[in-house]
T-cell receptor
Framework: NAGVTQTPKFQVLKTGQSMTLQCAQD?????MSWYRQDPGMGLRLIHY???????DQGEVPNGYNVSRSTTEDFPLRLLSAAPSQTSVYFC?????????FGSGTRLTVV | RKEVEQDPGPFNVPEGATVAFNCTYS??????FFWYRQDCRKEPKLLMS???SGNEDGRFTAQLNRASQYISLLIRDSKLSDSATYLC???????????FGKGTTLSVSS
């Protein structure tokens, strides 16, 4: 099925661990982005990319790295996980008909 | 002032009721406007784009007032299945970021 695929769906990390959240889309969208969603805070933009090799920071980039080596993939890396990064993470890509979101990754940092 | 603001609700209405949500945005140069629907523990899904002339999709009507910098969503003949959180979203001037409000929760009861 065409769309945005995120893995894993759930993850528990210990403080200080690193990990990569995967995001892949098969719609040939140039624009991709990462959001986090926290209770009472809404969706906040972490990083985005307008094409392979081009990334930029959003509203809350600290503690996260991204890269875009291909059109299809846009992984989000947590360098040293902190409890404040406990959240639901959504990847989204944008095409002619608007944004398509992945089903999310629920991350808990203990 | 947050860029996009919504009344969080909750709005509790009976089946068949008409309910309206408003959303204000702070950047007068914003380009595009959207309403998303998000079910509990799911990803946001595009409900409708909002056009300057207003637009309708079945029981849903969206309006944009650029002078007052707000968008609205009207739901007529509410159904139980309309229970969800409704997010308004505004694309920034550069077109690189989609900024969300915190969402308005709707609960439709029988």
């Amino acid at each position: 099925n065409a769309g945005v695929t995120q893995t894993p769906k759930f993850q528990v990390l210990k403080t200080g661990q690193s990990m990569t959240l995967q995001c892949a889309q098969d719609m040939n969208h140039e624009y991709m982005s990462w959001y986090r969603q926290d209770p009472g805070m809404g969706l906040r933009l972490i990083h985005y990319s307008v094409g392979a090799g081009i990334t930029d920071q959003g509203e809350v980039p600290n503690g996260y790295n991204v890269s875009r080596s291909t059109t299809e993939d846009f992984p989000l890396r947590l360098l040293s996980a902190a409890p404040s990064q406990t959240s639901v993470y959504f990847c989204a890509s944008r095409g002619v008909y608007g944004y398509t979101f992945g089903s999310g990754t629920r991350l808990t940092v203990v | 002032r947050k860029e996009v603001e919504q009344d969080p609700g909750p709005f509790n209405v009976p089946e068949g009721a008409t309910v309206a949500f408003n959303c204000t945005y702070s950047n007068s140069a914003s380009q595009s406007f959207f309403w998303y629907r998000q079910d509990c523990r799911k990803e946001p899904k595009l409900l409708m784009s909002v056009y300057s002339s207003g637009n309708e999709d079945g029981r849903f009507t969206a309006q944009l007032n650029r002078a007052s910098q707000y968008i609205s969503l009207l739901i007529r003949d509410s159904k139980l299945s309309d229970s969800a959180t409704y997010l308004c979203a505004v694309r920034d001037q550069a077109g690189t970021a989609l900024i969300f409000g915190k969402g308005t929760t709707l609960s439709v009861s029988s």
